[in-house]
């Protein structure tokens, strides 16, 4: 069968969105502080460009890499949009599956559902050289089995994903699994092993957080639409204020990070200290606030931004909230020891 775009976007839709990389409008240049998340893609990415030429004499070989990836930390800090960004710029078809579309009341559906997906997506992997499926919202289809809240459904549809990686690897097909989730923890441990690259997203720290309200600012600008001078000084008065501290104590602790920095800070009132656990899409939503009062007045004044800010809040505190209730931590879990800057390309023993 020949694969459209028009026959994917039709055969696909029930599970989720298709983006071909013309639908695509995020930039990884828009994305600001996780360099080393977009280098580890970077290299990701241009290597599935010649992934189905290889695949077939490595799979003559007995040796086929595992292409799928994992992205977890808090919402809002890149890890969808990333991916797409990514995906335009090397030209690789996705589509963003959704959870909902496909867990089922009814006893079957949901394993139905999920084998459906990946085979359609095999099939146009195979015809178009390759293909992404971005599964947001991971835990809600592979969480862990020994929770004794989950149905069988859901356990079975764990074991039924395990098992459909599997074959994908074994038999080299160009699809590349990503998975996305904001609960780590809630993953069944057989599946967060199956994934080959673990990439952590954490909250900004306070250089790049200014760095995220200049460019928003300056998109403004381009609008046009003034932005009140004052806005960019204190940005930076308050940036080297907060930088000379934490040089200060860094003296006395030599392993401590701007993060755990800002954390030991009192509340003040700069926009670099109210934004401490805000992360990109916040600060977005907030200038989207400040914008209608910018549109009235003509002029984005400090005070109407600083109001938007407070007004919307940072995920963080919400995060926080939700991990008291769960019991589940805020920071890069310290049990899966992996980190932004590292990625694992070793498997360990599977089990199902």
Known sequence: MVFTEAEIRKRMQKYGTVYFPKDIRDKDEDLIGIERNKEILEDFFSSLEKYKEYAIKLQEVRITPSITVLLYGPPGTGKTSLTRALAKK????????????LVSPLLGDTLKNMRNVFELAAEIAKENR????????????????????????IKRGVISFLQIIDRIDYEG??????????????????V????????????????????????????????PIEVESSIYRRLENEEKQLLIKFEEMKKKSRNLTLLDF???????????????????????????????????????????????????????????????????????????????????????????
């Open 192 to 223: 967060w092993r199956r994934f080959t690259y673990h990439i952590w997203f954490g909250f900004p720290n306070l250089s790049v957080r200014k760095e995220i309200i200049i460019k928003f600012l300056h998109r403004l600008e381009k609008a």
């Open 130 to 153: 390759v293909f992404l499926l971005f599964f947001d919202e991971l835990d809600a289809i592979a969480s862990e089995r020994s929770n004794v809240h989950e149905v069988g459904e």
């Open 173 to 190: 097909i160009p699809l590349a699994i990503f998975g996305a989730t904001n609960h780590q923890n809630q993953l069944d441990s057989a």
């Open 90 to 101: 090397y030209d690789v078809p996705m589509c963003i599956v959704d959870a909902d579309k």
């Open 262 to 352: 800002e954390d030991k800070q009192k509340s003040e009132t700069g926009l670099l200290s109210i934004t401490r656990g805000y992360t990109g899409a916040d600060i977005e939503r907030a200038i989207r606030v400040s914008l209608l009062k910018a549109i009235q007045k003509e002029i984005l004044e400090y005070q109407d931004l600083i109001y938007a800010m407070q007004f919307v809040g940072g995920t963080r505190s919400h995060v926080e909230q939700q991990s008291k209730l769960s019991g589940e931590g805020t920071e890069n879990p310290s049990a899966k020891k992996m980190t932004s800057s590292t990625a694992s390309t070793s498997k360990k023993p599977r089990e199902i």
